[in-house]
């Protein structure tokens, strides 16, 4: 494909780049087999995830490759047996080609709480799982926290965490803050998850003088016969503005501010206004810049959507492998920022003009099912006889 900086992509140069940034960051050991390498493991891993298939499918699919057997023993065998490292080394793979150039300005990164309902039993301990509302059938979900810079056209992955039943929220985001300053990057402001509205986040980021906007969440007692609300409660009555609160958790208190702000929007022939609640701190503007630049968050959204088109099928209860199969898929979405980025924006003043419609994210998942097709070469059609 050509952009008008006559620039050019093909399905070999994507599939080599997924390669690269996975082998580079050594997450499989180096195998001595002729046919289960690190690059056809991870050639298979791309094409099922690029399908949203099982890997048992997607080694059905390839003539050439091995069996899938072969492959989830390799991945046993290569993968780091400490989440620590392993959790380092997806990071890795996801920002190692992050551009230089962003590291000279602050960005807006939104935070997020990733549940992914889960059916089956865990594989050693509860722990493997959090436990919430029922949603999708499930009380039993895995849960991940992300980083994700929110800004059209950067929109780049920064940190995944897996994050375990006994974990508190602090604990998961002070990995995602350690591995964002590992890159090198500047916080402007902390577009957080309404999952973060806590007394223990919001005495850390205080801590850490790191700005944060997120929405209230309303705890306490509701107004009754003389008895008066408790906690956040007084606030629903008062209009746009800001009103300063202080957090109580036992002895811990932590003042922030309330910004109350209003949407309109249309249902049928009535307009209607909802009133938005947001606690922040050292984050200036009235109520509208305020709505409008918590509304900028919601782009991570179409991470996770997209994140959904690149998920590899799964019924194994090894959460590690689970992990790594959801980097896998928030890989490929970076990669399609950075073609994007860095071989087909246009130079226009010392920046790039990005547009993403040049090469549609699912059109470059078949791309890579055909490199892979090519490689490994499709199996041959089944005959089937019909038995009349």
Avoid at 24 to 34: N, P, V
Avoid at 83 to 100: G, K, Q
Avoid at 208 to 231: A, C, D, H, I
């Amino acid at each position: 494909m050509r952009s008008r900086t006559n620039s050019t992509v093909s399905a070999s140069q994507v599939h080599q780049w997924a390669l690269q940034w996975l082998v580079q960051a050594e997450l499989l050991k180096k195998s001595s087999r002729r046919i289960c390498t690190a690059e056809v493991v991870w050639s298979i891993v791309l094409r099922a995830a690029a399908q949203m298939i099982s890997i048992y499918a997607a080694c059905l699919d390839l003539e050439d490759g091995p069996s899938d057997q072969a492959v989830f023993d390799a991945l046993a065998a290569g993968l780091p047996k400490t989440l620590s490292v392993l959790e380092r080394r997806l990071n890795e793979a996801l920002t190692n080609y992050l551009p230089r150039s962003m590291r000279r300005r602050a960005w807006h990164i939104a935070i997020d709480w990733h549940l992914v309902p889960y059916y089956g039993k865990p594989q050693r301990s509860k722990n493997e799982l959090y436990y919430g509302k029922p949603r999708q059938g499930t009380k039993h979900f895995h849960a991940y926290a992300t980083a994700c810079i929110v800004v059209h056209g950067q929109r780049y992955t920064l940190a995944l965490s897996w994050v375990r039943r006994h974990e508190t929220t602090v604990t998961a985001l002070k990995r995602l803050i350690a591995r964002i300053r590992v890159l090198g990057l500047k916080i402007k402001v902390l577009l957080m998850d309404r999952a973060f509205f806590n007394v223990p986040v919001t005495a850390y980021l205080k801590e850490e003088r790191l700005p944060f906007l997120m929405p209230v969440m309303f705890r306490g007692r509701k107004p009754k016969k003389k008895k008066p609300p408790t906690g956040l409660r007084w606030i629903e009555k008062q209009g746009a503005g800001r009103y300063p609160h202080t957090l109580k958790n036992g002895r811990n208190q932590v003042p922030i501010t309330v910004i109350v702000a209003y949407r309109t929007y249309k249902k049928g022939k009535r307009r209607l206004q909802q009133k938005l609640l947001f606690g922040a701190w050292r984050v200036g503007g009235d109520p509208q810049y305020i709505r409008k630049l918590y509304r900028t968050r919601f782009g991570i959204e179409a991470s996770y959507r997209q994140l959904r088109q690149a998920r590899i099928y799964t019924c194994t209860r090894n959460p590690h492998l689970r992990l790594v199969f959801i980097g896998i898929a928030l890989l490929l979405r970076n990669l399609w920022v950075w073609i994007h980025a860095e071989q087909l924006g246009e130079k226009q003043d010392h920046c790039r003009t990005v547009r993403l419609e040049q090469l549609r994210f699912k059109r470059m998942l078949q791309w890579l099912v055909k490199a892979i097709a090519a490689l490994l070469h499709d199996a041959p059609t089944p005959c089937v006889a019909n038995e009349d």
